[in-house]
């Protein structure tokens, strides 16, 4: 395989080896409204990097075998929020407990890709290609994107960069930073566009740093990407967190897009912070605290306008917690899916807690039947084409 | 290429930013001999003084000032190593500088200054040499211990985190390595636990798995022989080679340098004939951008950090264990924004008495050690009279934004 570190990895995202990203303004997006079918469907993809645990955000705690292995994890069973068959969402969730009882909710058990990596960077590169060989160059949803005639507009990201996965082989998605531009004094639009025009026998760099004149000539209403200041010094610190703006943001640009009817097709939006390898308990809880208020106000918002929402991350965490009370890199977890003409309820075969792959669940469901499924019901497209022939398909149709 | 244009490529990507005068300096002495003058060794500045860690405290209040008390050491260190930089005409920082994004560990999470001074000691003293005693070093480093977890893997349930980022990241690279060598490294590296008063790490025995372990095939006793297995395993030097060209050379394929020593493979790598020709492939991050721009200006860094803030590079604070991004992904319309921003701020400081004449391009272009104008920024810049706005704009320049 090929030596992916996180740093090619993040290489990836700010240029691919098709297109560069392009980026557009609120309003350029805004202006697309009324460009599409009013039947076609929109997916958000929700990325949890770092690792999320999934065996305490559905918790099987009928099983005897999970409070041996994470005694210090568990919590009191009034604070459970049950979903039935032994299993429980983690307290931090409860509007999506209740999205559940509406029967709104799709939990997808179990899900994962042979030889499961343990590393974030390249277990995320697997999960953001759909090549669990043999990660290539392309994004899943960019190689949608390529199938789909490549105008950037369909597939949008509210992150400073964009994921590997909007990347496809001759088109990429496009990245929108949210708010106002004002231009610095004596900057005219005049001069940003002299600026990013190309010049012959430039570097391939050079010539980037060009277009980015190009791009804020045509954005009027962008922002710097919100500065880390110290205030994020006490927001749950980790090794692999992504800078984003916060998911709740990210989500009511969504939804205020999705109300008046741009062209995009496919939102990615991510948070970070997931990998929490000590005293984690706690952490987790928080983060999807976050989550749930995000997720909950936006499902409330959207219901009704043919959007589906699958949140996933790069991988679980072992079974065994460690002695620090948190969970190392694991394998199979869990997808939700969630919105319109989405089946709620359990699905797939949750894993045993003890017949393990070496200390981790083995996966029941592979991840390209979710993906398929998202490509075909959502997307409309075939999934054969975008996912290398992968013929296996979730059902979660309502 | 001229030997001039040589020369200058050669300084832009040893140091943080020629000034015009080293320029010349450099040109009249020649290749070689600038590339052993910037190489020398040099004696460790004296560190600042940081004051003594703050004790945690016992009430809600006592915590927040001890905070506050330990954010303000941070920023201490980071005012102080800002300022090496834009002082040293040498190789040296800005290779303290790359180990820093290579080991990236940020005081986010290590909550210490003292601990983060501690590491970049150790940059000084083993950054330059061999990599065996560095890795040995570092795999005791309390700040990255703490930053990995380490302090919290015990025999009794490893914590893989360290050692698989060690073999990741710092050493080998993706594929020399297995999930059970990640495992195995975990228990040679259980029990190294940090004393907060002394700042030292230690290894605590009854915390420690002192089983014999098999790591990439060998069997491993304590610390010290993992670290050593690391640095020869044949898949360490091709990965440092391929980081330092990465952020020296250019993002192709590294060439093959001799030599097993820091210096060695620097030497190589400027020497290498693929070389030459990575003139303007590399992006410089924020660091570069705003360390270049204050010497070659003759400013001082006071005033730069909000620059660096919202360009997305803070020093001690990499975003995550892989370090910060390289290349394109710093060219993005808000760091353009910010950058024309930025550059107005930094010539409002500038002496620009030069930048007034017919000439005034070319001298633009030698203030700030770039070969030249591409036509598309000369006929940009050509009625801007005003040297101020003219300054402003040649820092803020795709130009400049490469290197």
Same mark, same amino acid.
């Given at each position: 395989?090929?030596?992916?570190?996180?740093?090619?990895?993040?290489?990836?995202?700010?240029?691919?080896?098709?297109?560069?990203?392009?980026?557009?303004?609120?309003?350029?997006?805004?202006?697309?409204?009324?460009?599409?079918?009013?039947?076609?469907?929109?997916?958000?993809?929700?990325?949890?990097?770092?690792?999320?645990?999934?065996?305490?955000?559905?918790?099987?705690?009928?099983?005897?075998?999970?409070?041996?292995?994470?005694?210090?994890?568990?919590?009191?069973?009034?604070?459970?929020?049950?979903?039935?068959?032994?299993?429980?969402?983690?307290? !931090?969730?409860?509007?999506?407990?209740?999205?559940?009882?509406?029967?709104?909710?799709?939990?997808?058990?179990?899900?994962?890709?042979?030889?499961?990596?343990?590393?974030?960077?390249?277990?995320?590169?697997?999960?953001?290609?759909?090549?669990?060989?043999?990660? !290539?160059?392309?994004?899943?949803?960019?190689?949608?994107?390529?199938?789909?005639?490549?105008?950037?507009?369909?597939?949008?990201?509210?992150?400073?960069?964009?994921?590997?996965?909007?990347?496809?082989?001759?088109?990429?998605?496009?990245?929108?930073?949210?708010?106002?531009?004002?231009?610095?004094?004596?900057?005219?639009?005049?001069?940003?566009?002299?600026?990013?025009?190309?010049?012959?026998?430039?570097?391939?760099?050079?010539?980037?740093?060009?277009?980015?004149?190009?791009?804020?000539?045509?954005?009027?209403?962008?922002?710097?990407?919100?500065?880390?200041?110290?205030?994020?010094?006490?927001?749950?610190?980790?090794?692999?967190?992504?800078?984003?703006?916060?998911?709740?943001?990210?989500?009511?640009?969504?939804?205020?897009?999705?109300?008046?009817?741009?062209?995009?097709?496919?939102?990615?939006?991510?948070?970070?912070?997931?990998?929490?390898?000590?005293?984690?308990?706690?952490?987790?809880?928080?983060?999807?605290?976050?989550?749930?208020?995000?997720?909950?106000?936006?499902?409330?918002?959207?219901?009704?306008?043919?959007?589906?929402?699958?949140?996933?991350?790069?991988?679980?965490?072992?079974?065994?917690?460690?002695?620090?009370?948190?969970?190392?890199?694991?394998?199979?977890?869990?997808?939700?899916?969630?919105?319109?003409?989405?089946?709620?309820?359990?699905? !797939?075969?949750?894993?045993?807690?003890?017949?393990?792959?070496?200390?981790?669940?083995?996966?029941?469901?592979?991840?390209?039947?979710?993906?398929?499924?998202?490509?075909?019901?959502?997307?409309?497209?075939?999934?054969?084409?975008?996912?290398?022939?992968?013929?296996?398909?979730?059902?979660?149709?309502? | 290429?001229?030997?001039?244009?040589?020369?200058?490529?050669?300084?832009?990507?040893?140091?943080?930013?020629?000034?015009?005068? *080293?320029?010349?300096?450099?040109?009249?002495?020649?290749?070689?001999?600038?590339?052993?003058?910037?190489?020398?060794?040099?004696?460790?500045?004296?560190?600042?003084?940081?004051?003594?860690?703050?004790?945690?405290?016992?009430?809600?209040?006592?915590?927040?000032?001890?905070?506050?008390?330990?954010?303000?050491?941070?920023?201490?260190?980071?005012?102080?190593?800002?300022?090496?930089?834009?002082?040293?005409?040498?190789?040296? *920082?800005?290779?303290?500088?790359?180990?820093?994004?290579?080991?990236?560990?940020?005081?986010?999470?290590?909550?210490?200054?003292?601990?983060?001074?501690?590491?970049?000691?150790?940059?000084?003293?083993?950054?330059?040499?061999?990599?065996?005693?560095?890795?040995?070093?570092?795999?005791?480093?309390?700040?990255?211990?703490?930053?990995?977890?380490?302090?919290?893997?015990?025999?009794?349930?490893?914590?893989?985190?360290?050692?698989?980022?060690?073999?990741?990241?710092?050493?080998?690279?993706?594929?020399?390595?297995?999930?059970?060598?990640?495992?195995?490294?975990?228990?040679?590296?259980?029990?190294?636990?940090?004393?907060?008063?002394?700042?030292?790490?230690?290894?605590?025995?009854?915390?420690?798995?002192?089983?014999?372990?098999?790591?990439?095939?060998?069997?491993?006793?304590?610390?010290?022989?993992?670290?050593?297995?690391?640095?020869?395993?044949?898949?360490?030097?091709?990965?440092?080679?391929?980081?330092?060209?990465?952020?020296?050379?250019?993002?192709?394929?590294?060439?093959?340098?001799?030599?097993?020593?820091?210096?060695?493979?620097?030497?190589?790598?400027?020497?290498?004939? *693929?070389?030459?020709?990575?003139?303007?492939?590399?992006?410089?991050?924020?660091?570069?951008?705003?360390?270049?721009?204050?010497?070659?200006?003759?400013?001082?860094?006071?005033?730069?950090?909000?620059?660096?803030?919202?360009?997305?590079?803070?020093?001690?604070?990499?975003?995550?264990?892989?370090?910060?991004?390289?290349?394109?992904?710093?060219?993005?319309?808000?760091?353009?924004?910010?950058?024309?921003?930025?550059?107005?701020?930094?010539?409002?400081?500038?002496?620009?008495?030069?930048?007034?004449?017919?000439?005034?391009?070319?001298?633009?272009?030698?203030?700030?050690?770039?070969?030249?104008?591409?036509?598309?920024?000369?006929?940009?810049?050509?009625?801007?009279?005003?040297?101020?706005?003219?300054?402003?704009?040649?820092?803020?320049?795709? *130009?400049?934004?490469?290197?």
């Amino acid at each position: 395989m090929d030596a992916i570190t996180r740093r090619r990895f993040l290489i990836a995202s700010g240029v691919t080896a098709g297109a560069a990203a392009t980026t557009l303004g609120l309003r350029e997006l805004l202006a697309t409204a009324g460009d599409r079918d009013p039947a076609a469907k929109t997916l958000v993809l929700i990325t949890l990097y770092g690792g999320n645990d999934g065996l305490n955000t559905v918790i099987p705690y009928a099983d005897p075998a999970y409070a041996t292995a994470r005694p210090d994890f568990a919590y009191q069973p009034e604070e459970l929020l049950d979903l039935g068959e032994g299993e429980a969402l983690n307290p !931090g969730l409860p509007g999506l407990h209740q999205l559940f009882s509406q029967k709104r909710l799709a939990i997808v058990r179990g899900v994962g890709y042979p030889k499961p990596n343990r590393s974030h960077f390249q277990s995320m590169d697997i999960w953001q290609t759909a090549q669990p060989d043999r990660p !290539g160059t392309t994004g899943w949803l960019g190689r949608w994107l390529d199938t789909a005639g490549g105008d950037p507009r369909l597939a949008v990201s509210f992150e400073p960069v964009l994921p590997p996965l909007l990347a496809g082989a001759t088109s990429a998605g496009a990245t929108v930073p949210g708010g106002e531009l004002k231009l610095p004094a004596g900057v005219t639009p005049a001069l940003l566009q002299q600026l990013g025009a190309p010049s012959a026998g430039e570097s391939p760099a050079s010539a980037r740093a060009a277009a980015c004149f190009g791009d804020l000539a045509r954005v009027r209403d962008l922002i710097s990407s919100a500065p880390l200041g110290e205030d994020d010094d006490d927001t749950p610190a980790t090794a692999t967190g992504g800078a984003a703006p916060p998911l709740d943001q990210q989500l009511a640009l969504v939804a205020r897009c999705i109300e008046a009817g741009v062209a995009t097709r496919v939102y990615s939006v991510s948070l970070g912070g997931f990998d929490l390898h000590a005293d984690g308990k706690d952490a987790q809880k928080a983060l999807l605290s976050k989550v749930d208020k995000a997720l909950t106000a936006f499902a409330g918002r959207v219901a009704g306008k043919g959007v589906v929402t699958a949140v996933y991350s790069e991988f679980g965490r072992r079974v065994h917690a460690n002695a620090s009370d948190g969970t190392d890199h694991g394998t199979a977890s869990n997808v939700f899916l969630l919105g319109d003409g989405i089946r709620g309820g359990l699905h !797939g075969e949750p894993p045993s807690l003890t017949d393990l792959d070496d200390g981790d669940l083995k996966f029941t469901l592979d991840f390209r039947d979710v993906y398929a499924m998202l490509l075909a019901d959502v997307l409309g497209s075939d999934p054969e084409q975008v996912l290398d022939g992968w013929t296996g398909r979730l059902d979660v149709k309502a | 290429m001229t030997d001039r244009r040589l020369v200058t490529h050669l300084l832009r990507r040893l140091t943080f930013g020629p000034t015009a005068a *080293e320029v010349d300096a450099a040109v009249r002495a020649g290749y070689e001999a600038t590339l052993e003058r910037l190489l020398r060794p040099v004696a460790p500045p004296s560190p600042p003084d940081l004051g003594a860690a703050p004790a945690p405290g016992d009430s809600r209040e006592q915590r927040q000032a001890a905070r506050k008390k330990q954010r303000d050491q941070v920023t201490t260190l980071v005012r102080w190593w800002l300022g090496r930089m834009a002082a040293d005409g040498g190789a040296a *920082e800005k290779l303290i500088f790359f180990w820093h994004g290579h080991w990236a560990t940020s005081a986010q999470k290590v909550r210490s200054a003292q601990l983060m001074l501690t590491q970049q000691q150790t940059f000084r003293r083993y950054g330059s040499g061999d990599t065996g005693p560095l890795v040995r070093a570092m795999l005791r480093d309390p700040a990255l211990i703490l930053w990995l977890d380490g302090q919290k893997n015990t025999r009794k349930a490893p914590n893989e985190n360290l050692a698989r980022e060690v073999m990741e990241l710092f050493t080998l690279g993706v594929g020399a390595y297995t999930e059970d060598d990640v495992k195995a490294g975990a228990r040679v590296l259980t029990g190294w636990q940090i004393d907060r008063a002394t700042g030292q790490a230690r290894l605590v025995p009854k915390r420690h798995d002192d089983q014999p372990v098999t790591v990439l095939g060998r069997q491993v006793g304590n610390l010290d022989a993992y670290a050593d297995l690391l640095v020869r395993h044949e898949a360490h030097l091709p990965f440092i080679v391929g980081r330092l060209w990465a952020r020296y050379g250019g993002s192709g394929p590294a060439p093959a340098v001799p030599g097993r020593d820091t210096t060695t493979l620097l030497r190589g790598i400027c020497l290498a004939p *693929e070389f030459a020709a990575t003139t303007g492939g590399l992006v410089k991050q924020p660091i570069e951008w705003v360390v270049g721009a204050v010497r070659q200006l003759g400013l001082t860094v006071e005033g730069t950090e909000p620059v660096l803030r919202a360009l997305g590079q803070m020093p001690l604070r990499p975003p995550s264990v892989g370090g910060w991004p390289e290349g394109a992904a710093w060219l993005t319309t808000s760091s353009t924004l910010t950058r024309l921003r930025a550059g107005q701020k930094l010539a409002a400081k500038a002496d620009v008495d030069g930048l007034a004449g017919a000439d005034r391009l070319e001298a633009l272009a030698d203030l700030l050690a770039l070969d030249g104008w591409t036509d598309r920024t000369r006929a940009a810049l050509d009625g801007i009279r005003d040297p101020k706005k003219l300054l402003a704009l040649g820092l803020a320049s795709p *130009e400049y934004a490469v290197h």
